[in-house]
T-cell receptor
Framework: EAQVTQNPRYLITVTGKKLTVTCSQNMNHEYMSWYRQDPGLGLRQIYYSMNVEVTDKGDVPEGYKVSRKEKRNFPLILESPSPNQTSLYFC?????????????FGPGTRLTVT | EDKVVQSPLSLVVHEGDTVTLNCSYEVTNFRSLLWYKQEKKAPTFLFMLTSSGIEKKSGRLSSILDKKELSSILNITATQTGDSAIYLCAVGSSCTASKLTFGTGTRLQVTL
């Protein structure tokens, strides 16, 4: 089944404790992206990747890191999480970043930072 | 800065009603406009509209792109309780067509 998977689905952590949210897609998509969703603000892009080893900042990159060493994986790293990073996070992928294609979303990761 | 505005913010209708959701945008180098449905989980794709495809229809749902007015509408006819969700509009622009700017969504509730 074609899908985007994320882990963990739920995470409660404390300020400053490094964490990684994994994202994997099995559709051989070139483009992958991370979003956060907050009430009243909608979905905002954190980072995106046009292909392996090619990443770029989205609209709200502060406090996050990403890497794209393999085509299928695009982990999101929070080196020192803070309470303002409490949010619902979605990973998404698309066939190409240069041509408009629909984006497929993962199931989401609800992160709480205390 | 790209901007996408959706209206209304929320809507309550009775089953069987027809609803129209609005999306307006201000983006540089428009490429595409997408509609997603979000229930209690990840957004799921509904339609993509581009300059070469300004009208789409699937069952009771249809969407039109008005490039002159920089807007789009999503129509749902004969609404059902299963249509209750947040409907998101997103626009792809510039040289990175898959970089989407999302609106905050319209929350639709369909009651019996």
């Amino acid at each position: 089944e074609a899908q985007v998977t994320q882990n963990p689905r739920y995470l409660i952590t404390v300020t400053g404790k490094k964490l990684t949210v994994t994202c994997s897609q099995n559709m051989n998509h070139e483009y992958m992206s991370w979003y956060r969703q907050d009430p009243g603000l909608g979905l905002r892009q954190i980072y995106y990747s046009m292909n392996v080893e090619v990443t770029d900042k989205g609209d709200v990159p502060e406090g996050y890191k990403v890497s794209r060493k393999e085509k299928r994986n695009f982990p999101l790293i929070l080196e020192s999480p803070s309470p303002n990073q409490t949010s619902l996070y979605f990973c998404a992928s698309s066939l190409s970043g240069r041509i408009s294609y629909e984006q497929y979303f993962g199931p989401g990761t609800r992160l709480t930072v205390t | 800065e790209d901007k996408v505005v959706q209206s209304p913010l929320s809507l309550v209708v009775h089953e069987g009603d027809t609803v129209t959701l609005n999306c307006s945008y201000e983006v540089t180098n428009f490429r595409s406009l997408l509609w997603y449905k979000q229930e209690k989980k990840a957004p799921t794709f509904l339609f993509m509209l581009t300059s070469s495809g300004i009208e789409k229809k699937s069952g009771r749902l249809s969407s039109i792109l008005d490039k002159k007015e920089l807007s789009s509408i999503l129509n749902i006819t004969a609404t059902q309780t299963g249509d209750s969700a947040i409907y998101l509009c997103a626009v792809g622009s510039s040289c990175t067509a898959s970089k989407l700017t999302f609106g905050t969504g319209t929350r639709l509730q369909v009651t019996l």
